[in-house]
């Protein structure tokens, strides 16, 4: 009776109210229950009091479930996929005036629609039409929609649109924000060339260095057989000395102060010189073929001939070499110590590239992958332990190599013969220059190794080379019928800051 008296009283609010668990007494009380109760007892009944379900997330979505404890029927069920479909095609063609809006108007979109995508739309309507065709309750609660792989309502920041200060978005606003580079202006001219008449000519030949640039901003040229000293600033031309008829020069090589001049000849001997009151100072012998390679570190002046020997001469002892090397097994081609001064590459003309220790004899490690003569060699002035190295015609190929452990970083393909390659000393840059097939002076960024210009004027390949003492300008030369040398300003330099000195007439700011 009391039973029957409280389903009777009650009033059913399904809009306020929660849907408790089904109540039923034990078997044997039931058992003692009119049939009428029983069939009461078995239908639903509501409670007064709503117990929500609780998820440990940020965001939960409270969602009204249509339909009742009864399986929808068939009608109501292709009503909701019908209506899925709709909402499907609602929310792409969003999604499509989204892309639309943000292409032409860029910064205006008011979110982020690149994280939508139709498989998050697919998602959730799958699981509406899921949820809305199973049995449950007349109301429940699910977890949202989890924000990080994309949706219309994203967690909060601070760069949501609805806290931008600017009419600008964030992206745009840090473009706007980054300094912008300097815009970089490289001259495809040179700003002065040397052309030399038919008494003086300089050889087209791939083993010869007759060019190089001091310290002291004064220009060694070795002509035939005589070497001249051309001033860059007054523009002036010296004749150093001149050899015999016999003998020529094949190398010449200023020290790094540009005190001393180390001079290479046809027959074998190597001569230093004073520039400055034209004076030899000593003469050293050693090589029985021509010197076409020479290396200055310190004192130290090393030698490469097509004897296939590098000989150490030390310009301070009167014995004409204090260290002999023997490795190679052709012509020597190209020398260059490192800037500590530890290490000294050496390329040879059978493919050979050799890296020797200041104290050893023999080579430490052998760099075998170009496939032509090895003349280009530079060692980075900003990492250490990183050589550059390039082929000849046959191979064509700027490599890259770990010193350290002689391993192959990176080969970049030239497409030419590469007769001359250096480091720019304030950049990461490279400057090389080209013969076979294509006469050309590269200026390259590194490690991508694109290409910044390309100079062309000179009409044979361009064997010689040597850079100023600022850094900032080269010289080419080349031989056989184009006979010039060419200035090209290629790498900027920072201005120096203006330093302000005060008068020491002026009282303001001083302390009495």
């Known amino acids: 009776m009391s039973s029957t008296l409280f389903q009777d009283n009650i009033s059913i609010d399904k809009d306020n109210f929660t849907p408790l668990s089904y109540l039923s007494s034990s078997p044997s009380s039931s058992s003692n229950l009119p049939t009428t109760n029983r069939r009461k007892r078995n239908s639903i009944c509501y409670g007064d009091r709503f117990i929500p379900l609780r998820y440990n997330e940020m965001f939960t979505e409270f969602e009204r479930m249509q339909g009742r404890v009864a399986r929808p029927t068939a009608k109501k069920q292709k009503k909701s996929i019908l209506e899925s479909e709709e909402q499907v095609k609602a929310e792409l063609e969003s999604i499509r005036m989204d892309i639309l809006e943000k292409a032409m108007f860029p910064g205006t979109n008011n979110y982020n629609i690149d994280n939508l995508s139709r498989s998050n739309i697919g998602d959730s309507t799958l699981s509406s039409s899921s949820s809305s065709s199973s049995l449950n309750n ?10 990080t792989t994309g949706g219309a309502a994203a967690i909060d920041t601070p760069f949501r649109p609805a806290y931008w200060t600017t009419p600008f978005s964030p992206q745009i606003e840090t473009i706007l924000k980054t300094s912008r580079k300097p815009f970089r202006i490289v001259n ?42 051309w001033d860059a600033s007054s523009s002036q031309m010296t004749k150093l000395c001149e ?48 010197v076409g390679c020479l290396a200055w570190n310190g004192n130290i ?15 301070r002892s009167t014995r004409s070499y204090i260290q002999n090397l023997s490795g190679h097994y052709s012509e020597i081609c190209g020398l260059k110590w490192n800037h500590q001064g530890d290490q000294l590459a050496s390329g040879g003309n059978a493919n050979e590239l050799f890296l020797w220790d200041r104290y050893s004899q023999t080579p430490i490690k052998r760099l075998e992958g170009h496939k032509a003569a090895v ?21 064509r190929q700027i490599k890259f190599w ?7 970083l990176s080969t970049h393909n030239a497409n030419s013969q590469v007769c001359n390659i250096a480091w720019s000393p304030r950049s990461n840059e490279l400057v090389s220059t080209h013969g076979w097939w294509k006469n050309y002076i ?5 490690p991508d190794m694109k290409k910044i210009i390309t100079l062309k004027g000179h009409s044979t390949r361009v064997l010689y080379f040597s850079m100023s003492p600022t850094g ?36 303001v700011g001083k302390i009495r």
């Open 138 to 147: 007349l109301f429940s609660f699910r977890s949202k929609v989890n924000n």
């Open 188 to 229: 495809s001219s040179p700003y002065q060339m040397l052309a030399f008449c038919d008494e003086l000519t300089l050889k087209d030949d791939f083993y010869l260095n007759v060019v190089d640039w001091s310290a002291k901003n004064v220009l060694a040229l070795g002509l035939e057989h005589s070497v001249y000293l």
């Open 243 to 290: 050899l015999e008829e016999s003998s020529a020069i094949t190398s010449v090589k200023w020290s790094l102060q540009g005190e001393r001049l180390a001079i290479g000849t046809a027959d074998g001997l190597v001569q230093i010189w004073d520039p400055q009151k034209l004076v030899q100072i000593r003469d050293m012998s050693g090589h029985c073929a021509r």
């Open 301 to 315: 002046l090393t030698t490469g001939s097509s004897d296939r020997q590098i000989f150490h001469r030390d310009s």
């Open 375 to 395: 003349r280009a060699l530079a060692w980075s002035p900003h990492t250490p332990n990183l050589l550059v190295s390039g082929g000849g015609h046959l191979d």
């Open 402 to 408: 770990n010193t350290d452990d002689g391993k192959l």
């Open 442 to 446: 590269v200026v390259w960024n590194y």
């Open 472 to 507: 900032e300008d080269i010289v080419t030369g080349a031989g056989g019928d184009d006979n010039t040398l060419r200035f090209w300003k290629i790498f900027n330099v920072p201005a120096k800051p203006k330093v302000i000195r005060e008068s020491a007439l002026n009282p």
